[in-house]
């Protein structure tokens, strides 16, 4: 993991952006000693900095815990894969055509 900024904000909760890889995230921690850990996920594209996510997870570091979120695959700043295009590309088509869509 490499940090890649650090602020520390108003109710004492230390944010740092951070890359794992080339999986871009961020860590809420609370202002001080070791926290419990919690990974928040999402889905439908919405990005890990989406201000929702943000502030439930400046909710719950102020409470104790420390809290992840990273993008997912094809998310946010994560770059989307071929086969990913090709699987969204083929759902839309589907969709506008009003065909029915499995899995």
Known sequence: MHFTSENRLDDGVLERAFTLGEIPGTLWTPGSGPAPLVLMSHNNGLPQADPRFVARARYTASR???????????????????????????????LQAGEPTDE
């Open 64 to 94: 104790g815990y420390a809290v992840a979120t990273i993008d997912a695959a094809g998310c946010g700043d994560r770059p989307r894969s071929a086969a990913d295009e090709q699987v969204r590309a083929e759902l839309r088509r589907a």
